[in-house]
C-alpha cells in the first residue's frame, strides 16, 4: 500500500509541474505571440512563433522580407533631451531668428514646428514675418540688425520665398557665423573644403540617421536622387568625405532605376510621391527617404514604402523619418553657434 502511496503523490507532483508548464506556455503565447530569429549581414536576430504544443520557425524567404523601419522621432528625442540638459546650465537662453517672407501654409506649419521644439528645450525662437511685397532692403536691413544683436545666435530664412525676391542676396546678408541653415557662400565653401562650418540641417539629420543605426558608409556605393541645395548638394561632400562612393541623380537623369538599383545607400530627396518603386532597389539596400507629399491630405514620401519596405534592410518613414532629426540638427546648429560666440569671450 506505502509503495502505491508513493507513487500516487509522484503522480500528483508531477502533474502539478506539468500544469504548471502548459500554463506559462499558455502566458507566453499571450504576451510573445511572435519573436523574431534571422541572420542579416553582422546581426542576429530571433523569431519563433509560440503556440500551445508547437514551435513554428520562419523560412528564409519570409525573414528576407523583414526590413528595419528607422525610428526618427526616437532619434530626435534622445538629441532633444541632451541639449534640453546643456542649456539648463546656461546663464542666457540661446537664441534663433527666422525670417518669414509671404503667408504659405506649408510654411506657417513647419516653422510652429520648429518654434514648439525650440520652446521644449529651452532655446528662445523669434519669428519676423513680412508680407509678400515688403521691399527687399527692408528685409536685408532687418537681417543686418540680427547680425549685429548679441542675444541673437541663429539666423535663418525659412525656403521657400517668393520668386520675386533675390534669395542669394538674402542668404549672403546672414552672418556667416550666425547662419543655421549653412547656406551662405562662405561657409558652402568652408564645408566642401573640408574645414569645420554649419551644414544644411536635412543632410546632417541624413549621416547622424546612419550613425545612430551603424551603418557604416566607407566604401558604399551612395546613389542620391535630387540636387537641392539643402539636401542633394550637401550630402554629395558629407559621403565623399566620409569615403563613400557617390553617385548623384536629378531630374534629367535617363533609366533612373538601372541607377538607384545599384545603391548599397539610397537617399531620395526629388519630391515627387512614390516615385522608387521596389524593381529600382538592390536587395538588403539602406533606403532613406527624405520627401515629404500631401497626396489627397495623407503625407507620404518619395519612396514607395509599402513595397520597398520589403527588399530594404533598413529603411525611413514618413512623416517621422527624417523630418524629426532635421529638427533637431537646427537645435544642434544654434548651439553650436551660440557655444561658438561664447567661446571667443
Given at each position: 500500500?506505502?509503495?502505491?502511496?508513493?507513487?500516487?503523490?509522484?503522480?500528483?507532483?508531477?502533474k502539478?509541474?506539468?500544469?504548471?508548464?502548459?500554463?506559462?506556455?499558455?502566458?507566453?503565447?499571450?504576451?510573445?505571440?511572435?519573436?523574431?530569429?534571422?541572420?542579416?549581414?553582422?546581426?542576429?536576430?530571433?523569431?519563433?512563433?509560440?503556440?500551445?504544443?508547437?514551435?513554428?520557425?520562419?523560412?528564409?524567404?519570409?525573414?528576407?522580407?523583414?526590413s528595419?523601419?528607422?525610428?526618427?522621432?526616437?532619434i530626435?528625442?534622445?538629441?532633444?533631451?541632451?541639449?534640453?540638459?546643456?542649456?539648463?546650465?546656461?546663464?542666457?537662453?540661446?537664441?534663433?531668428?527666422?525670417?518669414q517672407?509671404?503667408?504659405n501654409?506649408?510654411?506657417?506649419?513647419?516653422?510652429?514646428?520648429?518654434e514648439?521644439?525650440?520652446?521644449?528645450?529651452?532655446?528662445?525662437?523669434?519669428?519676423?514675418?513680412?508680407?509678400?511685397?515688403?521691399?527687399?532692403l527692408?528685409?536685408?536691413?532687418k537681417?543686418?540688425?540680427?547680425?549685429?544683436?548679441?542675444?541673437?545666435?541663429?539666423?535663418?530664412?525659412?525656403?521657400?520665398?517668393?520668386?520675386?525676391?533675390?534669395?542669394?542676396?538674402?542668404?549672403?546678408t546672414?552672418?556667416?557665423?550666425?547662419?543655421?541653415?549653412?547656406?551662405?557662400?562662405?561657409?558652402?565653401?568652408?564645408?566642401?573644403?573640408?574645414?569645420?562650418?554649419?551644414?544644411?540641417?536635412?543632410?546632417?539629420a541624413v549621416?547622424?540617421?546612419l550613425?545612430?543605426?551603424?551603418i557604416?558608409?566607407?566604401?558604399?556605393?551612395?546613389?542620391?536622387?535630387?540636387?537641392?541645395?539643402?539636401?542633394?548638394?550637401?550630402?554629395?561632400?558629407?559621403?565623399?568625405?566620409r569615403?563613400?562612393?557617390?553617385?548623384?541623380?536629378?531630374?534629367?537623369?535617363?533609366?533612373?532605376?538601372?541607377?538607384?538599383?545599384?545603391?548599397?545607400?539610397?537617399?531620395?530627396?526629388?519630391?515627387?510621391?512614390?516615385?522608387?518603386?521596389?524593381?529600382?532597389?538592390?536587395k538588403?539596400?539602406v533606403?532613406?527617404?527624405v520627401?515629404?507629399?500631401?497626396?489627397?491630405?495623407?503625407l507620404v514620401?518619395?519612396?514607395?514604402?509599402?513595397?520597398v519596405?520589403?527588399?530594404?534592410?533598413?529603411?525611413?518613414?514618413v512623416?517621422?523619418?527624417?523630418?524629426?532629426?532635421?529638427?533637431?540638427?537646427?537645435?544642434?546648429?544654434i548651439?553650436?553657434?551660440?557655444?561658438?560666440?561664447?567661446?571667443?569671450?
Amino acid at each position: 500500500m506505502k509503495f502505491f502511496q508513493n507513487i500516487k503523490n509522484i503522480w500528483i507532483i508531477y502533474k502539478n509541474y506539468l500544469c504548471s508548464f502548459f500554463l506559462c506556455l499558455h502566458i507566453l503565447n499571450i504576451f510573445m505571440s511572435t519573436m523574431h530569429l534571422f541572420v542579416r549581414n553582422d546581426f542576429i536576430f530571433v523569431i519563433i512563433k509560440v503556440r500551445i504544443g508547437e514551435i513554428i520557425f520562419l523560412s528564409n524567404n519570409e525573414v528576407s522580407k523583414l526590413s528595419i523601419i528607422i525610428d526618427g522621432q526616437e532619434i530626435s528625442k534622445s538629441i532633444q533631451d541632451t541639449i534640453k540638459t546643456n542649456v539648463k546650465g546656461f546663464m542666457i537662453r540661446p537664441s534663433v531668428a527666422v525670417i518669414q517672407i509671404g503667408d504659405n501654409a506649408e510654411n506657417n506649419s513647419y516653422i510652429s514646428i520648429k518654434e514648439k521644439v525650440c520652446s521644449s528645450v529651452g532655446i528662445y525662437f523669434r519669428l519676423f514675418k513680412f508680407e509678400e511685397g515688403t521691399p527687399e532692403l527692408t528685409i536685408i536691413n532687418k537681417i543686418k540688425e540680427l547680425n549685429n544683436d548679441d542675444y541673437v545666435n541663429g539666423i535663418m530664412i525659412h525656403l521657400p520665398i517668393p520668386a520675386n525676391y533675390n534669395e542669394k542676396r538674402l542668404i549672403n546678408t546672414i552672418s556667416n557665423a550666425k547662419d543655421v541653415d549653412g547656406l551662405t557662400d562662405i561657409n558652402v565653401g568652408r564645408f566642401v573644403n573640408g574645414k569645420k562650418t554649419l551644414v544644411p540641417c536635412t543632410a546632417l539629420a541624413v549621416m547622424r540617421i546612419l550613425e545612430e543605426n551603424n551603418i557604416e558608409v566607407e566604401g558604399k556605393h551612395v546613389v542620391i536622387v535630387g540636387r537641392s541645395k539643402l539636401v542633394g548638394k550637401p550630402l554629395i561632400h558629407s559621403f565623399l568625405l566620409r569615403d563613400a562612393t557617390v553617385t548623384v541623380t536629378h531630374s534629367k537623369t535617363e533609366n533612373l532605376g538601372d541607377i538607384t538599383s545599384l545603391a548599397d545607400i539610397l537617399v531620395v530627396a526629388a519630391g515627387e510621391p512614390n516615385l522608387i518603386k521596389d524593381s529600382m532597389v538592390k536587395k538588403d539596400a539602406v533606403v532613406i527617404d527624405v520627401g515629404i507629399n500631401d497626396v489627397n491630405g495623407k503625407l507620404v514620401g518619395d519612396v514607395d514604402f509599402d513595397k520597398v519596405s520589403k527588399k530594404a534592410s533598413y529603411i525611413t518613414k514618413v512623416p517621422g523619418g527624417v523630418g524629426p532629426v532635421t529638427v533637431a540638427m537646427l537645435l544642434e546648429n544654434i548651439l553650436l553657434c551660440y557655444n561658438t560666440k561664447n567661446s571667443k569671450k
